[in-house]
């Protein structure tokens, strides 16, 4: 596509359900990136797909975060038992390529805002 | 690990240069890039520098100097519409490919 597309942009969920948030990259765009970010923080890391594989997987806070990106494309990430502390915008970005050069430049989608009661 | 720090706030008036430093900690190194986020919208690509000196791209320049460990985004001919979050972000050999952010400066523009 055109951009990166999240879907939903909002997600309002109760604590302890089971959330799952959606990124489309732009075609072409091997690497994959999931940010978290918090009212008035930068994007912080949470994991990165070269094609199907999650190269690094370091910023997942818990057990509880799994994503998976099975054709190479779309990724989906997936909280479950969610609590309070999980409130947040989570951001997906994709790049050409993961090498040095690709992976400064990095297309954001609009974001999934995330908010559990 | 690595780390970045960067101004919280700038306030400059319209038609002004403005200047946002960064400072960086990382082990390896591989650009300083600068992304810009209006409140509520997602941050879009400015610069990346993976080399000394400065970049220039329209009324925006990036500068870093790797031997410092610093960089800069300079902003010419202020607009209203440059009011934002800019935040620099590293990407180094500790953190793999992936890019580390600083916590952002609100830029306000006044008339």
């Known amino acids: 596509g055109a951009g990166v597309s999240q879907t939903p942009s909002n997600k309002v969920t109760e604590k302890g359900k089971y959330v799952e948030l959606r990124c489309d990259p732009i075609s072409g765009h091997t690497a994959l990136y999931w940010y978290r970010q918090s009212l008035g923080q930068g994007p912080e890391f949470l994991i990165y797909f070269q ?38 915008v989570y951001l997906c970005a994709s790049s050409l390529t993961g090498q040095h050069s690709g992976a400064n430049v990095l297309t954001f989608g609009a974001g999934s805002r995330l908010t559990v009661l | 690990g690595q780390s970045l720090e960067q101004p919280s706030e700038v306030t400059a008036v319209e038609g002004a240069i403005v200047q946002i430093n960064c400072t960086y900690q990382t082990s390896g190194f591989y650009g300083l890039s600068w992304y810009q986020q209006h409140d509520g919208g997602a941050p879009t690509f400015l610069s990346y520098n993976a ?25 010419q001919e202020l607009q209203m519409k440059d009011s934002a979050s800019y935040f620099c972000a590293v990407l180094g050999a500790g953190g793999g490919n992936k890019l580390t952010f600083g916590t952002g400066t609100q830029l306000k523009v006044e008339l």
């Open chain 1, 51 to 88: 094609g199907t594989g999650a190269a690094d997987d370091s910023g997942l806070p818990n057990d509880r975060f799994f994503a998976v990106r099975p054709e190479g494309s779309v990724s989906t990430l997936k909280i479950q038992r969610t609590e309070r502390g999980d409130s947040a």
């Open chain 2, 51 to 75: 080399l000394d000196g400065l970049e220039e791209t329209g009324r925006f320049s990036s500068f870093l100097s790797r031997s410092d460990s610093y960089g800069y985004l300079l902003l």
